[in-house]
């Protein structure tokens, strides 16, 4: 027996058991459980809602972009026509940015040069500025030269007409801003912030032109606001032979606005030409879509029943051949299906008017059996063992033509449900009662679980009689003389039934057989009991008839188990079984406790010999329960052989609720162990 907690550890405080220590060891083991499961980080109780609140208001829109083909071609033309006109846009503008900076800079050029040399001519031939303190002394040079700069950069600004700008600057790279040879600029330029430093320095240590890309800015900064501009500089010498350096700064004002110019009329051509494309796109798609959608609509109400509907054809295209070709489909498929109905429907007519007819020579013939059966103590042995059999094989011919005229009745839609508030425990014991003679000739002991709280469902008590019946008697066939166990159990809005034998089995691929009519496991063996090959497939009509399933699992050699899940109340759909399809002592649900347990055993040892838990008392981790068919239903597995019998569609009274009740083969059925646990 398992306890809770450790014995204290000597030396520790009374009354405080040992337990899991809450250091790396119990993180380890807690990644290492929640890694097991599939999801280390789960985003815990606070991220998962706040992840589905946006989400939701997406869900509509994603939906849309699935569902709409002609919405998702219009979409990537949208897209693509973007990208294409865009780069487009990129080349353009650079080829014409890349030509306009090319003219302009050949024109400053030009300009700037024969400034230059008209500037370095007026140096060689200077004409002298006299002033009223003219004195022959250094300073009446040094003011000589200053008014020949000054009136030299006027003169060579006049001719801009605003084109350019002159500036005169001393040799050097120090700023002065006050002096005889102070900057000089014209159209109220600043001189030492338009030049740009390093254009300087190069016109400074060369005597060729330079040149660089700056921004002209200007003195009174309120009024006119900075300006991009090119910077032509070169190194001269003024009248008296010193150096100093002359630069023409060329405004782009121009340029801008053509290229501004430009872009606004490529960004509205290429808005309009990404409109123009869209549009195209939505029409052409739209020619081919609506007859898809067309062809969509007439094949859904084609698989509705509705045979009859055609497709619209206009003209002699793709479209148009499709559109012929797909009603041509319908009209042959409509031949086809008419042509299975009738012969559907004259079979089951012949079945039944057979059944029916023979009926009368049958009760002829089982009146004269019965005469020669209670004579034949008088006859000799050979004749007496005769009407034995003929009494005997009349037995199951009476039997065979029941079935028949109850599968005659599933056919045609006729069967009615009876149902009424029924305790099964009842209709099981009643079951066992009827087969405990054969049982006792086959040795077998019939065993039941989950008795002992009643398990209520509102069914047809006839009809469940009828399938647990067939259900225990192929078990203690097939069950090879061993216990066949029949367990209850009801749990949420679900009963279940299931029978357990551990005789031949059931070998892969026969579960999803064993439900058809005249199928035999082993057609060699013999029918003990005079089966006619009809009681599982009209259990599986009753199953259906009632909104339930009838399920089936089985291994070679390991028995099989039938499982029979109804509805609590008739109008209520399933959603799982509280009985597992495979039962737990199946040899897979055995290998899978075994291996979940080394598992377990292993984890203990390794966090047993982890340094982080040397010296640490850890509670023994109790074994795994087994989960057979608790986490993953068998059915949902591929070759499992299991079938899941739903209910169909126009079976008599139970029609209505039929479209509520159906399942799919593989639908889950599972629930939790704590709302079976009484009933094993």
Known sequence: MRSGGTAPKPGGKPGVRGGRSAGPVGVSAW???????????????????????????????????????QLRVVAATLVMSLGVVMLLGFVVIGQVRNGLLDTKEE???????????????????????????????DGKAGRNTSAWLSELVEQLASGGQNAFAVVALDAGTEDKASGVRGPRASGEVDPIASVPMDLRRAVDAGTRPYQRFSTIKYSDSADRKPESGLVVGKRLNDVNGEPYHLYYLFPLTQEEESLSLVRGTLATA???????????AWLVVRQVVTP???????????????????????????????GEAFNKMA?????????????????????????HELRTPLTTVRMAADVIHEARADFDPVTARSAELLA???????????????????????????????????????????AELLAERKGTRIRVLGDAQPVVAEADARRVERVLRNLVVNAVEHGEGRDVVVRLASAGGAVAVAVRDYGVGLKPGEATRVFNRFWRADPARARTTGGTGLGLSIAVEDARLHGGWLQAWGEPGGGSQFRLTLPRTADEPLRGSPIPLEPEDSRAARSRAAAEEAQSAAERVAMAHSPSGAGVTHPPIPPRVPTAGVPVDPTALPGSGARVVSRGAGEGAG?????????????????DREDIAGGR
């Open 107 to 137: 024109a400053a050029q030009s300009q700037a040069a024969g400034g230059f040399a008209e500037a370095q001519e007026k140096a060689n031939s200077p004409r002298i500025v006299e002033t009223p303190d003219a004195v022959s002394t």
């Open 655 to 671: 029609e209505d609720r039929s479209a509520q009740m159906r399942e799919a083969p593989t639908q889950r059925a599972t629930t």
């Open 331 to 355: 009209q042959n498929l409509q031949g086809k299906i008419q042509q299975l109905e009738d012969l559907s429907r004259m079979q089951r007519r012949f079945v039944s008017d057979v059944s």
């Open 292 to 322: 898809v959608r067309m062809a969509a609509g007439v094949a859904e109400r084609l698989s509705a029943g509705r045979l009859q509907e055609r497709m619209k054809v206009t003209g002699e295209d793709d479209i148009a051949r499709l």
């Open 392 to 434: 005997g094989q009349l037995d199951r011919f009476e039997s065979l033509l029941a079935d028949l005229l109850e599968i005659s009745r599933f056919d045609s839609g006729a069967a009615a449900l009876e149902a009424e508030p029924i305790d099964l425990r009842d209709v099981v014991r009643r079951v066992i009662d009827g």
């Open 31 to 69: 990644y290492a459980r929640a890694r097991r499961a599939g999801r280390p980080f789960s985003g815990g109780p606070l991220l998962r809602p706040l992840a589905r609140w946006v989400r939701r208001p997406l869900l509509p829109a994603v939906r849309l972009w699935r569902r709409n083909l």
């Open 270 to 280: 290429g808005l309009f030409v990404i409109v123009l494309l869209g549009a195209i």
